[in-house]
């Protein structure tokens, strides 16, 4: 599973979104460590619709007052698609606590948090 994959899938996991909220939301989780522009977004939610991985909503999710909101399609997480997003993050969880155990986690996380000071 690509990490733009598994973003859209846990930002679908707490609610039904349309692409442009799914875009932010994305940006917000993985503190901007991944960013979709609308081709890698709307290719991959197509990917995730034949995969049964998330459905397109028939009902437009409110969104504001715009009369556009209307027309933005909106997506859902499928059961499938929560079982996928669940084992990955399983995977990741063992990878991550290898890289703990071996020293490279904390590691680059100190480095992670000593670059940010720097831009401060």
């Known amino acids: 599973m690509t990490p733009p994959v598994f ?3 846990l930002a679908l996991a707490s609610d039904d979104r349309h692409g442009y909220a799914l875009m932010d939301d ?5 503190e901007g460590t991944v960013t979709l522009g609308p081709g ?9 619709l034949v995969d ?24 859902r997480i499928t059961a499938a698609g929560r079982e996928s997003v669940r084992e990955q993050a ?24 000593l670059a940010r000071e720097d831009t401060q």
């Open 40 to 48: 890698t977004l709307y290719r991959s939610l197509q990917r995730m």
């Open 26 to 30: 994305v940006a917000e989780l993985t």
């Open 52 to 75: 049964g991985l998330i459905e397109e909503l028939t009902e437009a999710v409110p969104v504001s007052e715009d009369r556009r909101a209307e027309r933005r399609r909106s997506y």
């Open 90 to 113: 399983r995977r990741l969880r063992i990878l991550t606590d290898a890289a703990r155990e071996r020293g490279i986690l904390d590691n680059a996380v100190a480095a992670d948090r």
């Open 7 to 9: 973003a859209l899938l």
